[in-house]
């Protein structure tokens, strides 16, 4: 039987009909709130899914940068079609789970390049809750972050340190990092005109580096280099990536 309007809107309104509405509304409310949203899932793990992952390197291969997106997407991180941004970032946490984080993700973690790069976005699917602060400018350590209160920096490509001001990029990094922890950068790899530099000037960068108390972690090979240099030579334009992570002693 068909209810009239006048008669169903009566019904409706009626306090004990609005009250159990209002039940049925707010239980529907906490049960959502008690749901996993997916933005808020992490997936549990460890240093020992990172055995194996460089640090410290050279990226002179396509073909090694996109194996480093899939290794990341086969761990349940969040999708990017950036594969030299994923080889980065893959690198990066490598750093932060075997080196920094004593397993109760509570490290403090800047990411310089802010939310939206791939490495905040897999850290924080992780369990860590990276702050977007860029400690290598001048006077931001002091003012915005206190000294030595950081456990990890991260510059990561399409924000790579520049050759003309990575020396200070570190320099004022290493006054926001603890004793101990991480500062981790990348630079194209290049000829100068192109923006990019040489294994010889990385190798130089590492020794000022140590100089100012920054311990390289890892090592850039020699055949490394040989193959760079090759890569260069081989076509104009060509250019790799450099992942360089820096221990504060």
Do not use: C, Y
Request: proline share 4%; charged share 25%.
């Amino acid at each position: 039987m068909k209810v009239p309007s006048t008669a169903a809107a009566r019904i409706s309104g009626a306090p004990g009909v609005q009250r159990a509405v209002d039940r049925a509304r707010q239980a529907a409310r906490d049960t959502a709130a008690r749901l996993p949203h997916p933005a808020e899932q992490t997936v549990s793990l460890r240093a020992a899914d990172f055995t194996g992952i460089r640090t410290t390197g050279l990226l002179l291969d396509g073909a090694e940068a996109r194996l480093a997106r899939k290794a990341a997407r086969r761990l349940g991180l969040p999708r990017t079609l950036d594969d030299t941004s994923a080889w980065a970032a893959f690198g990066a946490l490598a750093a932060l789970l075997r080196i920094v984080d004593d397993g109760r993700r509570r490290s403090v973690i800047v990411d310089t390049a802010g939310g939206r790069s791939v490495f905040t976005r897999w850290a924080t699917k992780v369990g860590f809750a990276p702050v977007h602060v860029d400690v290598m400018r001048p006077e931001v350590v002091g003012t915005d972050v206190d000294p030595g209160s950081v456990d990890l920096v991260v510059r990561l490509h399409p924000h790579s340190s520049e050759p003309q001001t990575v020396d200070e990029d570190l320099a004022r990094g290493s006054f926001a990092v603890r004793r101990g922890g991480l500062i981790i950068v990348t630079l194209r790899l290049g000829t100068d005109d192109a923006g990019g530099v040489g294994v010889a000037d990385l190798r130089s960068l590492i020794a000022r580096a140590d100089e100012q108390g920054l311990s390289l972690v890892g090592e850039i090979a020699l055949e490394e280099g040989r193959q760079a240099r090759a890569v260069a030579e081989a076509e104009p334009g060509n250019f790799g990536l450099a992942l360089l992570t820096f221990r504060r002693r």
